[in-house]
């Protein structure tokens, strides 16, 4: 599988995040917010790994042709991004505007598709 | 606009004007769009005209914005349905039991107002997750530890409220018993708090369960007859170490002097983590272990252990206990783990052994000897809310995996109450594995063992799919219903399911010309006698609605 090492290792350190204080990591001033609702809501099923379910079904589904791990993509419009956290995709549910606002969904979506060409 | 049953749309339209003024207007949604993120991402129902939805959500920050709305809406006599992070998968969700209510979501009241190292207790509000709870002690580096479920994102009250369990020592897994205190919003709108905090400047809210008089903490879960805005938990001292053991049977008849010796153990305190039986033999996994399953596939097991299983009877052929004799293989296996300081569950393991030693040929050996807290980068290797650590690794659970190419859309966990004796665990297999034959529900494997979230009784539990295609659903709602229907046959009931089959759990529960469902209801006229309150929540109905639904 493709596999950009050194996005594997940031998300690798973010991940630690859910069990450890904030560790200072380098992004882009404008991602930081969109970061924080990825790590947040997103990372516990999509960061690297089989342990994290998102993941494993990608890697799945994607047998290599690409990444299991959302982050490494290279085509995911921010528009994709929006309309599967507000209508949920196999046994991922929605997430109401009280859980993500918009705004945040907006900084997420920015986020998750940094590395993707805009149209 | 949706409107809600029984309301004018003038009204509808007036209690919507009133709620904005309380909450704001980002904080009231009526659109389609919105009102489609409060759909039960995991219905039995999806796509069908009987999907329980929301006709409106109204999102308070503070217990002083619940107590105006609930004033408003008995008012307008509009239908309220409360969730606290709606993440209740499985049994629910975020839609309402009636539908057509107004969903009062309490995600954004998310304040952890206290945790108390010293005397290891916390007070949270409805919207704080176990990851919330998780992240605030570590970021503040506190020597307590959570018990929560295994998904992390839930509610630690609203879990509580509808008694979940969770993993860790037998005092804290049980999430309602561990809880000290309550704040709850009566449907009047009145402010009521229970326990010592129902003294005014009570310096012992967390610290002293009932208080004075009866102790009324107990309605207010699985029920509507108030809104719970403040709970206390107790937390558990951060352990010292952690010591996992294995007890290995070799036969089929061990079962039940495997549960009398464990009850005993359990009982006496001397083994206080979660128990966690499995048949290496029948190839039923432990529970704690279920993510790896779901991961990695089923094991690897040899054809003529294959086939020898396939052919047994309620887990049992001599051919197979001769081939599990022969190969070495355990029969059954229970997962045994101590919490506390290294010299005293070492002792309290050598006292399990001695007392599983009247079994013949047990075999005893040690997992895991670990001192804590674990090193992070290590915790994915083991069931992380064994640890009090929250996760999202339970979703694999019908997740796309390489073994696994078609995902469910969900589940439904069909869940009764049995016995804690090794003939029940058969009965139950016995009972299930031929309704669900007849029945025609994908639930069985060849022999399933029961989970040991409770003290003193085993919880059978069995995941039903929920699909993307309608006729399907139905008969699998239908094989649910008869599920429960041939459980109350048998004296087993369940311990918690989905407002769509609330209705038909409860009618399980009997007992004398159905006495328990005639209090909740003389309780529900008496608190609630306009019946705003999430009607139809374990199958309590307000008096206007009570004929509709028999």
């Given at each position: ?7 594997h ?20 001033p404008?991602?930081t ?9 997103c ?20 047998q ?7 982050l ?12 599967t ?8 549910p ?26 | ?14 209690s919507?004007?009133?709620?904005r003024?309380?909450?704001?207007d ?5 659109s ?9 991402a ?36 509009i ?49 704080v ?36 369990g ?25 402010l ?11 310096q ?14 107990g ?7 108030g809104?719970?805005t ?9 352990p010292?170490?952690?010591?996992r ?25 001397i ?5 966690d039986?499995?048949s ?22 040899s ?6 299983v396939?052919e ?6 001599p051919?197979?206990e001769?081939y ?5 293989t ?13 010299e ?15 079994i013949?040929d ?22 992380e ?9 339970a ?63 085993f919880i ?22 008869k599920?429960i ?11 918690r ?11 399980v ?11 909740h ?5 008496a608190?609630?006698?306009n ?20």
């Amino acid at each position: 599988m493709r596999c950009a090492r050194g996005l594997h290792k940031l998300a690798s350190v973010l991940i630690s995040m859910l069990a450890l204080p904030v560790i200072a990591d380098e992004v882009a001033p404008q991602h930081t917010a969109g970061r924080e609702v990825y790590l947040k809501w997103c990372a516990p099923c999509h960061a690297p790994g089989i342990t994290h379910p998102g993941t494993h079904a990608l890697m799945t589904k994607y047998q290599g042709v690409k990444s299991g791990v959302l982050l490494e993509w290279t085509d995911l419009p921010a528009g994709t991004i929006k309309y599967t956290v507000r209508h949920g995709i196999s046994v991922m549910p929605q997430f109401r505007k009280t859980e993500i606002s918009d705004a945040e969904l907006d900084a997420l979506a920015r986020y998750m598709s940094r590395n993707t060409p805009q149209p | 606009m949706r409107v809600p049953p029984g309301v004018s749309p003038d009204d509808f339209s007036s209690s919507l004007t009133e709620f904005r003024r309380v909450v704001g207007d980002d904080w009231v949604f009526t659109s389609d769009e919105d009102l489609n993120l409060y759909r039960d991402a995991y219905s039995p129902f999806l796509n069908e005209p009987e999907e329980r939805v929301a006709s409106g959500a109204v999102a308070p920050a503070s217990t002083e914005e619940v107590q105006q709305i609930v004033r408003i809406a008995n008012r307008y006599r509009i239908p309220l349905y409360t969730i606290s992070t709606g993440k209740n998968l499985g049994y629910g969700g975020s839609a309402p039991a009636y539908s057509g209510s107004v969903v009062l979501d309490l995600k954004r009241m998310n304040r952890i107002l206290e945790v108390n190292e010293a005397n290891a207790y916390a007070l949270v509000e409805p919207g704080v997750s176990y990851f919330d709870l998780y992240r605030h002690i570590q970021e503040r580096k506190l020597k307590v530890w959570i018990d929560c479920p295994d998904p992390g994102w839930g509610s630690v009250i609203g879990n509580a409220i509808d008694r979940g369990g969770g993993y860790t020592m037998a005092n804290y897994r049980n999430h309602f018993d561990s809880h000290c205190g309550m704040e709850v919003v009566l449907p009047s709108g009145e402010l009521l708090r229970t326990g010592m905090g129902a003294i005014p400047q009570s310096q012992t809210w967390q610290q002293y369960k009932s208080g004075c008089g009866p102790w009324v903490d107990g309605i207010f879960s699985q029920s509507n007859f108030g809104i719970v805005t403040k709970m206390g938990f107790w937390l558990m001292p951060q352990p010292e170490a952690y010591l996992r053991c294995a007890v290995s049977l070799q036969r089929y008849a061990d079962l039940g002097p495997l549960v009398e010796t464990l009850n005993y153990l359990e009982n006496s305190r001397i083994t206080q983590g979660f128990p966690d039986i499995s048949s290496p033999l029948l190839g039923y996994g432990p529970i704690g272990q279920i993510q790896l399953f779901f991961e990695r596939g089923p094991g690897k097991t040899s054809p003529e252990q294959q086939t020898l299983v396939s052919e047994a009877k309620l887990g049992f052929s001599p051919q197979l206990e001769a081939y599990a004799l022969k190969s070495g293989t355990p029969y059954w296996e229970v997962l045994l783990s101590y919490y506390g300081p290294m010299e005293v569950i070492e002792a309290q393991w050598r006292a399990t052994q001695r007392h599983f030693s009247r079994i013949h040929d047990a075999k005893f050996r040690i997992v895991d000897r670990v001192m804590l807290p674990l090193d992070p980068a290590k915790i994915e290797s083991y069931h992380e809310p064994e640890f009090g650590v929250p996760s999202l690794r339970a979703f694999s659970i019908g997740a796309r995996a390489p073994w696994n190419p078609t995902p469910s859309k969900g589940h439904m966990w069909f869940s009764p109450i049995i016995p804690r004796t090794g003939d029940a665990i058969i009965e139950a297999n016995r009972v299930f594995g031929e309704a669900a034959r007849q029945l025609d529900m994908p639930l069985f494997r060849t022999f399933t063992l029961p989970a040991c979230f409770w003290e003193r009784s085993f919880i059978f539990i069995l995941a039903t799919p929920v699909t993307e295609d309608p006729a399907t659903n139905r008969h699998y709602r239908e094989g649910f219903k008869k599920l429960i229907e041939i459980g109350g046959q048998h004296g087993w009931g369940e311990y918690r399911t989905a407002p769509v089959f609330q209705q038909a759990v409860m009618d399980v529960y009997s007992f004398n010309n159905h006495a328990l469902r005639g209090f909740h209801e003389t309780l529900k006229d008496a608190i609630d006698p306009n019946g705003i309150l999430s009607a139809g929540r374990y199958a309590i109905w307000p008096k206007h609605l009570r004929e509709k639904q028999s």
